[in-house]
């Protein structure tokens, strides 16, 4: 089955990390680009980074630039979203999002995403 | 940054009615607009990409038009399920931006 599955989120500190992965299956993660897209509570959907297929270009949103990394373990078939300096606008559901059929194309398979909470 | 404005906030239709989505964006982003259609409680879906094409497994009944800054999303009959929050997206340039949101709602 094609499919993404996040895990490790949960509560953070003001100011603290974490860490949240993103287990791909089912398809050829390596030939495809990836991203992290969030949505806090009640809210829409915020783009957050981007990493392409070989992990070569990374982008990120201004609100999270500095702060987190994306990173990617091809033969593990893994994205990985280190966070830092963690503040109270973090907390959100985060969802790894595929991009394709086609480069740079729409966002189309997502995960069912992560919740993480920013809270002292 | 490109900002893609959403509208109505809100619609409130019956089922079997026709539902008419719009999203402006800042700047041309030619047609390079997607939509998405969220559950409470499930992550997005894509329903149209490039502005006019459907994605694999979505109904006839949703269809996508325009270019440059004007863009719409029409589901011809409303089933049941339609009932959700549509969000548009570009990819045209950095960062990738999202539409807020419109809610089809059971009236």
């Known amino acids: 089955e094609v499919q993404l599955v996040e895990s490790g989120g949960g509560l953070g500190q003001p100011g603290g990390s974490l860490r949240v992965t993103c287990a791909a299956s089912g398809f050829i993660f390596s030939s495809y680009e990836m991203n992290w897209v969030r949505q806090a509570p009640g809210k829409g959907l915020e783009w957050i980074s981007y990493i392409g297929s070989d992990g070569g270009d990374r982008y990120y949103a201004d609100s999270v630039k500095g702060r987190f990394t994306i990173s990617r373990d091809n033969a593990k078939n893994s994205l990985f979203l280190q966070m830092n300096s963690l503040r109270g606008e973090d907390t959100a559901v985060y969802y790894c999002?595929?991009?394709?059929?086609?480069?740079?194309?729409?966002?189309?398979?997502w995960g069912q995403g992560t919740m993480v909470t920013v809270s002292s | 940054e490109i900002v893609l404005t959403q509208s109505p906030a809100t619609l409130s239709l019956s089922p079997g009615e026709r539902a008419t989505l719009s999203c402006r964006a800042s700047q041309s982003i030619s047609s390079y607009l997607a939509w998405y259609q969220q559950k409470a409680g499930q992550p997005p879906r894509l329903l149209i990409y490039?502005?006019?094409n459907r994605a694999t497994g979505i109904p006839a009944r949703f269809s996508g038009s325009g270019s440059g800054t004007d863009f719409t999303l029409t589901i011809s009959s409303l089933e049941p399920e339609d009932f959700a929050v549509y969000y548009c997206q570009q990819r045209k340039s950095w960062p990738l931006t999202f539409g807020g949101g419109t809610k089809v709602e059971i009236k």
């Open positions: 490039d502005a006019s």
């Open positions: 999002a595929r991009r394709g059929p086609f480069q740079y194309g729409p966002f189309d398979l």
